[in-house]
């Protein structure tokens, strides 16, 4: 049947007529009778079925078609327009390793920390210790897993404050394995951010208008579980709004740090504080080493502007 079916697609017999129906003498058949198609010999086919169900091809559906002739590489360049011959062959570079030299984008290399901060440079140093020593003491005297705000003031400017502040913010955070947000509150001398490395452009005043996202002005330091919260520009918002937002990122920060430390004006201009001394669980006075006397208000002075007083921190340049 397929040999039939083939033969008839393909139209390359001639039709005949069977001799028992055939007129005698005519050389075509009767216009009515039964016919059948003469295969020429050269036409393809595929024969299935039959007494042994076997799969039967025509012999030139048993030769396959010529293959291409494998070129060697060289011949394939002449195709793409490269003038060479049959004889040629193409000589490549030897493979060279490719180098790589980083540069840094500028403002982005890693920041670094001030000497000064020798808690973390050399935290085994005697200075250091004693900031060690200092941090024991000064958590001793309030309880550090209720109160977590610290407040440093300064007897004058440029007595250490803002040193004391982040060594000892080095130290919970390295040492003691708190996480330990540093707050600049000092708004005519901030320094925090310049003891780090980094950048006071923009922060806690910011914050404090609405212009910045909290999260966007906190900025990680160096040291693993120390960020820092710079003072940014001083702007003139109203006393009683600007308390009401100090309050709303005092309690957002002690959620999410074990330990805050604010660093403070002097104490005669802490009246232009930032954030309220009310504020602090602990106020601390720095004051140089020998002035003692010097302190006798401050604990007054403190309790005016709401805060209390916590204790005095010592501080001396002759070592």
Not at 250 to 268: K, N, V
């Amino acid at each position: 049947m397929g040999r039939m079916l083939d033969s008839l697609k393909a139209n390359g017999g001639t039709r005949v007529a069977p001799p028992a129906l055939a007129k005698p003498g005519a050389e075509t058949p009767a216009p009515d009778g039964v016919v059948d198609w003469e295969i020429a010999e050269d036409v393809p086919f595929i024969e299935v079925g039959g007494p042994n169900k076997k799969v039967e091809l025509s012999p030139g559906l048993l030769k396959h078609p010529a293959q291409r002739t494998p070129q060697p590489p060289h011949l394939q360049i002449e195709k793409i327009g490269l003038a060479l011959t049959p004889t040629q062959v193409v000589q490549l570079a030897p493979t060279k390793p490719m180098g790589v030299v980083f540069e840094p984008w500028p403002g982005a290399a890693t920041t670094s920390i001030h000497a000064e901060i020798i808690a973390y440079h050399q935290p085994d140093h005697p200075t250091a210790k004693q900031y060690a020593a200092l941090f024991d003491a000064m958590t001793a005297s309030i309880n550090i897993t209720t109160s977590k705000t610290v407040l440093m003031l300064g007897l004058k400017a440029n007595v250490g404050t803002t040193t004391v502040l982040a060594n000892l913010g080095v130290i919970a955070s390295l040492q003691r394995s708190l996480r330990v947000v540093l707050i600049d509150a000092n708004t005519r001398r901030p320094g925090i951010a310049q003891k780090f490395g980094l950048s006071d452009a923009v922060g806690l005043a910011e914050v404090a208008d609405g212009a910045l996202a909290i999260e966007q002005a906190l900025v990680p330091t160096c040291a693993v579980n120390l960020h820092l919260l710079p003072a940014g520009i001083s702007t003139k918002s109203r006393p009683t709004a600007r308390n009401e937002a100090m309050q709303w990122v005092m309690a957002w920060l002690r959620e999410r740090f074990d330990l805050l430390l604010i660093d403070g004006l002097a104490l005669d201009d802490a009246a232009e504080l930032t954030i309220p001394l009310a504020l602090a669980d602990g106020a601390y006075l720095v004051l140089p080493h020998g002035e003692s006397s010097a302190s006798k208000g401050a604990a007054q002075a403190v309790h005016r502007l709401g805060g209390r007083l916590s204790g005095l921190v010592h501080t001396s340049f002759d070592q």
